[in-house]
T-cell receptor, first 112, second 113 residues
Framework: NAGVTQTPKFQVLKTGQSMTLQCAQD?????MYWYRQDPGMGLRLIYY???????DKGEVPNGYNVSRLNKREFSLRLESAAPSQTSVYFCASRLDYYNEQFFGPGTRLTVL | DAKTTQPNSMESNEEEPVHLPCNHS???????IHWYRQLPSQGPEYVIHGLTSNVNNRMASLAIAEDRKSSTLILHRATLRDAAVYYC??????????????FGQGTILTVHP
């Protein structure tokens, strides 16, 4: 099992550019999550998908959109990147609410 | 959401036990106590969780106070690889939380050789 994979690992964007962060899990998990982590801070939830076909906003959704493409894949899109979105982005998945979350290795995004 | 309070940082020597405290005075009856840790430049990883009883696994032990208002993560013999940020998180399984985790600042654990 690869667990939770994220692509790309690193990305540099200019202000106003768009991009999609990809996340996939091979553990047949039902729920998937996107977090961001700013330097010296804990993780903050951007969006989540409790089950295939559903998505909901988390704590900091502004400037982002998500797609739960299928049970395996959950993508995060930045339509018009801003310097405030410079951060490390983590995807996570969870079988159900009684088990642990598994996190990907992260995508380090810099917006100039 | 019920919140947790942890010390900003703690230090330990290698091969000594480490006790990481967490206060959660507003915990509800259905909140599980979860611990995750984040090694440098990595995503968080699960350590242990419990509801009422003390729990042990290969990584650590979790001691939960009888009134559940506090808990302690115990690393029995710290190694240099245990240097990380440790997060204590209350997780209300089911309900309207949908498995979301709310991360605080955590405790930065430094392990000295």
């Amino acid at each position: 099992n690869a667990g939770v994979t994220q692509t790309p690992k690193f990305q540099v964007l200019k202000t106003g550019q768009s991009m999609t962060l990809q996340c996939a899990q091979d553990m047949n998990h039902n729920s998937m999550y996107w977090y961001r982590q700013d330097p010296g801070m804990g993780l903050r939830l951007i969006y989540y998908s409790a089950s295939e076909g559903t998505t909901d906003k988390g704590e900091v959704p502004n400037g982002y959109n998500v797609s739960r493409l299928n049970k395996r894949e959950f993508s995060l899109r930045l339509e018009s990147a801003a310097p405030s979105q410079t951060s490390v982005y983590f995807c996570a998945s969870r079988l159900d609410y009684y088990n642990e979350q598994f996190f990907g290795p992260g995508t380090r995004l810099t917006v100039l | 959401d019920a919140k947790t309070t942890q010390p900003n940082s703690m230090e330990s020597n290698e091969e000594e036990p480490v006790h990481l405290p967490c206060n959660h005075s507003t915990i509800s009856g259905t909140d599980y106590i979860h611990w995750y840790r984040q090694l440098p430049s990595q995503g968080p990883e699960y350590v242990i969780h419990g509801l009422t009883s003390n729990v042990n696994n290969r990584m650590a032990s979790l001691a939960i106070a009888e009134d559940r208002k506090s808990s302690t993560l115990i690393l029995h013999r710290a190694t240099l690889r245990d240097a990380a940020v440790y997060y204590c998180i209350l997780d209300n399984a089911g309900g309207t939380s949908y498995g979301k985790l709310t991360f605080g600042q955590g405790t930065i654990l430094t392990v000295h050789p």
